[in-house]
C-alpha cells in the first residue's frame, strides 16, 4: 500500500483508490478502472475498462483505502 501512496492516476492525476480486493483501481473522476496483475497495477490509459454506464464501481471499492 506505500506504493498506493505514491500512484496517480494516469490521465486526470487524482490518487488511486483500490478495491477491497486490491484486483482493481477505480477513478471515478475519470469513469474507468484499471486491473491488477501479479500485485502489479496496469495503469496504461489503453488498458482502462469504463465503468458501468451508472458509474458505480461496485460494491467492492473500499472507500478512503
Known amino acids: ?3 498506493l501512496e505514491i500512484l ?5 492525476r487524482e490518487a488511486v483508490m483500490p478495491d477491497a480486493d ?3 483501481l477505480t477513478c471515478r473522476k475519470c ?3 484499471y486491473r491488477v496483475e501479479d ?3 496496469i495503469m496504461l490509459p489503453d488498458e ?3 465503468l458501468p ?4 464501481a461496485g460494491p467492492d471499492v473500499a472507500e478512503g483505502s
Do not use: N
Not at 496517480?8 to 486526470?12: D, N, Q
Not at 454506464?53 to 458505480?56: H, L, N, P
Open 53 to 56: 454506464v451508472d458509474g458505480a
Open 8 to 12: 496517480a492516476w494516469p490521465v486526470c
Open 22 to 24: 486490491h484486483k482493481w
Open 31 to 33: 469513469q474507468v478502472r
Open 1 to 3: 500500500p506505500k506504493l
Open 39 to 41: 500485485d502489479i497495477p
Open 48 to 50: 482502462a475498462e469504463k
